[in-house]
């Protein structure tokens, strides 16, 4: 069922945000610290480590409503387990090939190489993320998998 631009407004995109222990994950606790907004509607679930997301974990999350996945690292050559987030990024590559082929627009998942002390980027990514999917609208990728269930 299409949007309204008045429920467009009021609609909030939910989105799931896998963030790592030691750097995006601590860069959102600064964010808290340092009482920067960022959208309301991001569920944060900490891995130890961006390498040790499966990516059943996100195409999970897009079946059971989320309408956006935000990946968050540390930077290239900073991981804590040498070479996690190296195979984070392959699979990531994977990942938008394999939504794509499920119909779920490529924006929808996002990943970013955010430091323990960028709180104030990891609050412009969120909010850039909830901006981009609000002009997308809700994901329709729920339903279809009900549907196909059926």
Not at 34 to 51: E, F, Q
Not at 108 to 129: C, P, Y
């Amino acid at each position: 069922m299409p949007l309204t631009e008045q429920t467009k407004q009021d609609w909030s995109p939910r989105i799931v945000a896998f963030f790592c222990n030691w750097c995006t994950y601590t860069a959102s606790d600064l964010a808290g610290v340092s009482r920067l907004r960022y959208a309301p509607s991001t569920r944060v679930i900490r891995v130890m480590c961006s390498g040790r997301i499966d990516p059943e974990f996100v195409i999970e999350a897009f079946t059971q409503g989320a309408d956006g996945v935000l990946i968050g690292g540390c930077h290239p050559g900073d991981c804590h387990y040498s070479e996690g987030n190296y195979k984070c990024l392959r699979r990531y590559h994977l990942l938008q090939r394999v939504i794509a082929q499920m119909g779920i627009d490529q924006r929808r998942l996002r990943l970013e190489w955010i430091s323990a002390s960028e709180g104030k980027r990891l609050q412009e990514v969120v909010n850039e993320m909830t901006e981009t999917l609000r002009q997308l609208g809700p994901s329709t990728i729920r339903e279809v998998v009900q549907t196909v269930i059926k």
